[in-house]
């Protein structure tokens, strides 16, 4: 778009925001959306977008939970392999209807090599997945059919306890095939075709996005806002110097940790903190050298107070974690590490001891490097568990480098500690632990194995019925917690900056905000 | 003239070709590549993504295919922003980043050079002191100080300009990033047309023509500007280059949709073609500004011609 084409659409909306009482939320959306394309996502604000414009089978509520979407109702056989999906009758934003042929065609196009989906491993249940996606077989074989127009059967080799989860996931919505297959630029401004609430207006990359309501969504009755204005505010103080001068109203970005007591002195009615699928952990490289040992990672976790990185450290709500799976996600058991509830003199004897028994002492000392990716908190965070292990014997040389270097060198193996984070796909506690099972990626970083932990993963994936699995995944958890196989710190805590003016924003486990439930009221004093 | 203008293009291209060429291989080093996030992505998935990018052939087939697509305008696609093609977002963000760089310039040139004038006129005197101080804290304090300050007092606390954000390049969003973005090369206008100009009232021409009688207007204005001018303009193409292509910060603390962003977010994402196509844009306009840089040199400084 030249200029001159750019200030003349600013002039019109500027004009139309004067004369209308419509109903517009601008919102900090975090980062330019990668791309709009539903199956091409890399970011939580890429779906954001996707999700307002393309809603799914299976939808999510303002409290995160799933209900109905394009999919009015679903039943599942006894054996949890069968799934069928009973359409709604519902239109895409030209009209035409959206049916199950949409729905084949959508997953068929999600496994597709070509695609490239990121996420494509957590459908890898349905019939011929992997299949497909490794190229071996072609889109056709996969287990997914329209038993007729309005009806969506979906046949899995096992069963999923997130399979709904999953369709609930952008990536999962259905496709307007006939928009798609005739060209390669079907996501313009202009050219695209819609299932969701909201229809996409016009772009600015880096700029601004815009989203109007969806008069053909099948629930548009009760979408309140007209307009979403959505900003790629990378700067999170660019973000709150917005909203604190009243340009934006909401921010999806995480406020940052060095702003939150200032926000809670100043404008306590717009943050809002909520749990959060999120883990805060240290990996332990378990492959070889003294923390193969089980002895020192036990001792090392005894040392670390967890509260006290929480409460005096970082001061930002975060919760105190002494498990694997953040207690918010669904179907978490009481799974706990051992000995971190005794009293604070009991666990530093205790882990004295087991660093002598593993021969270290201050006169031996244990020399480790402590990994981190360049980050303020991160760094804090590293400080204090190294000053906390200090009393053992333990020197521990601190050693930042950038994102990408960091994930590199960890996925690499090359690390003794290094600081993971964890934040959930779906809400479940398989997305947590089947990362640490044999052949997942947290295992193959960290080299943890253990026969009983994985047997008891693998059989999660064979549970139809939802308690026997969830228990099948605590004792799982539980295992990994007894073998101390990682340091977890806390659980994250969602913040974000919303104004009193913005209602049906409700913090939720998966930090997921859908546009369709909020509203707006019109500012008291004219701008 | 005209010979010289195609000489000197000639020569541009080994230059950027050697550009390319350490960039390209620069960048494949660097550890971490671009699929490396919090969460590892299973092998299947990874390699499906990196056959999409060609990232599965050697690292000579992949600078070849890349060199050959160059040739024929292409940068590739973005990795990130998979909805247009590298070409696209340097089109989309080199105007916004020339409209801010520009009228940087043009108000470092319009506030710079009369503040340095001045100075050397009024040599040693308070007004001397107080631009020279004043361009002192300018060069100083970074623009990732002034401009966060600027966005909090206008933007926040008096409200009387946007805090950020670009809104089609409606002024009241030009005019803080430009401000901002100027200060430092006022501040360095300033101090070195004043050096200059004190240089040039020195010389013997000047001497000549107060003789003849002129006013200290008429020699300032018509005889001792132009020379005066010559470090000013040879500082100007680097500068105005850099300006447009590398307001990295002033577009990341303003929200800007310009070129800058995409070179720094292309290299922390390990992006490389949308780092790669900005590298070869910034190699292509440095070379094209120092040409002009030269070409205007003959048009100040008689004494210069490109005749052979």
């Not at chain 1, 809603?55 to 509520?61: K, M, S």
């Not at chain 1, 799934?83 to 519902?90: C, K, M, S, V, Y």
């Not at chain 1, 895409?92 to 496994?111: C, K, N, Q």
């Not at chain 1, 486990?509 to 500012?523: A, G, K, N, Q």
Request: contains cysteine; proline residues 6%.
């Amino acid at each position: 778009m030249t200029l001159r084409r750019c200030r003349v659409l600013a002039l019109l909306l500027s004009l139309a925001a004067g004369s209308g009482q419509a109903a517009t939320l601008h919102v900090d959306n975090e980062g330019e959306p990668g791309s709009l394309d539903p199956q091409k996502s890399n970011n939580q604000w890429d779906a954001r977008i996707q999700k307002a414009l393309f809603d799914r089978l299976v939808d999510v509520a303002a409290d995160g939970t799933l209900i109905p979407g394009l999919a009015r109702s679903w039943d599942v056989s006894a054996d949890g392999t069968v799934w069928t999906f009973h359409l709604r009758d519902a239109r895409w934003s030209d009209g035409t209807p959206i049916t199950a042929e949409d729905a084949v065609f959508s997953l068929r196009r999600l496994l597709t090599p070509a695609t490239a989906n990121r996420n494509a491993n957590l459908y890898y249940a349905i019939h011929n997945a992997r299949a497909v996606n490794l190229g071996k077989t072609p889109p056709e074989s996969l287990g997914v059919d329209a038993v007729d127009e309005s009806t969506l059967r979906v046949t899995l080799d096992h069963p999923s306890g997130y399979f709904l989860e999953a369709m609930a996931m952008a990536e999962a919505a259905p496709l307007p095939a006939h928009v798609i297959t005739r060209g390669e630029r079907w996501i313009t401004p202009g050219n695209t075709v819609v299932s969701g609430a909201f229809t996409l207006g016009d772009w600015i990359p880096q700029s601004r996005l815009t989203l109007d309501r969806n008069p053909a969504f099948y629930a548009a009755d009760t979408v309140a806002l007209d307009k979403v204005v959505m900003y790629p505010l990378e700067d999170t103080n660019d973000a709150i110097r917005r909203f604190r001068s009243g340009r934006i109203d909401l921010s999806l970005a995480q406020v940052p940790s060095s702003r939150i007591d200032w926000l809670r002195t100043n404008m306590p009615e717009a943050l809002q903190q909520g749990p959060w699928a999120g883990e805060y952990f240290y990996m332990f490289n378990v492959r070889k050298g003294p923390l193969a040992d089980a002895r020192v990672r036990e001792a090392l976790n005894l040392v670390v107070r967890r509260d006290i990185i929480t409460d005096k450290i970082l001061g930002t709500g975060m919760i105190p974690s002494t498990r694997f799976v953040p207690g918010a996600v669904s179907g978490q058991g009481d799974a706990t590490m051992p000995g971190l509830d005794a009293p604070w003199p009991e666990r530093l004897s205790k882990a004295k001891a087991l660093m002598k028994d593993a021969g270290y002492s201050p006169a031996h000392p244990l020399r480790l490097t402590l990994r981190y990716n360049t980050n303020d908190d991160h760094r804090k965070v590293a400080v204090a568990v190294a000053a906390m292990w200090k009393p053992l014997g333990v020197e521990t040389t601190l050693y930042n480098s950038e994102a990408a270097v960091h994930y590199a060198a960890i996925h690499a193996g090359q690390f003794d500690v290094a600081r993971y984070g964890m934040i959930a796909t779906v809400n479940d506690p398989f997305d947590f632990l089947g990362s640490m099972a044999q052949g997942g990626s947290a295992a193959e970083s960290s080299g943890y194995t253990n026969a009983a932990f994985t047997e008891a993963v693998r059989e999660s994936e064979t549970l139809a019925s939802p308690e026997a699995r969830f228990d099948a995944l605590t004792r799982a958890e539980q295992q990994l917690l007894d073998d101390h196989a990682v340091l977890p710190i806390y659980e994250y805590v969602a913040s974000h900056l919303v104004s009193p003016r913005v209602h049906g924003f409700e913090s939720n486990v998966m930090d997921e905000h859908p546009l369709r439930f909020l509203s707006i009221t019109p500012p008291t004093s004219g701008e | 003239m005209l010979s010289y203008i195609l000489k000197r293009l000639a020569f541009a291209i080994p230059t950027l070709l050697i550009v390319i060429t350490i960039s390209f291989f620069l960048m494949r080093v660097a550890p971490g590549g671009p699929f490396d996030g919090e969460r590892q992505l299973p092998p299947e998935i990874e390699a499906n993504l990196e056959a999409v990018y060609h990232l599965d052939e050697p690292l000579p087939m992949q600078y070849l295919r890349y060199m050959n697509n160059l040739v024929h305008g292409d940068f590739g696609p973005s990795f990130k922003y998979k909805d247009f093609s590298v070409t696209e977002l340097i089109m989309q963000g080199f105007p916004v980043s020339l409209e801010i760089g520009g009228l940087a310039i043009a108000l470092a040139l319009l506030i710079g050079l009369p503040l340095g004038v001045i100075a050397a006129l009024k040599r040693n005197s308070a007004a001397d002191y107080f631009v020279m101080s004043l361009a002192l804290g300018g060069i100083a304090v970074p623009n990732f100080v002034i401009a966060p300050i600027m966005a909090l007092v206008f933007g926040v606390l008096l409200g009387w300009l946007p805090a950020g954000g670009w809104n089609g390049g409606a002024w009241p969003n030009l005019v803080l990033p430009v401000v901002a973005l100027s200060i430092q090369q006022i501040a360095y206008i300033a101090r070195m047309m004043r050096a200059s100009m004190i240089e040039t009232l020195g010389s013997h021409f000047i001497r000549t023509a107060r003789a003849k009688g002129l006013n200290e207007m008429q020699v300032v204005m018509r005889h001792a500007l132009r020379p005066a001018m010559l470090p000013v303009v040879s500082y100007l193409g680097p500068a105005i280059a850099g300006i447009v292509t590398g307001s990295v910060v002033i577009e990341q603390i303003f929200g800007i949709p310009g070129i800058g962003r995409y070179f720094v977010q292309g290299a922390l994402n390990r992006d490389y073609t949308l780092v790669m196509g900005t590298v070869v844009f910034y190699g292509a306009l440095i070379v094209l500004m120092n040409l002009l840089v030269d070409l205007l040199y003959s048009v100040l400084d008689p004494q210069i011609r490109y005749d052979d």
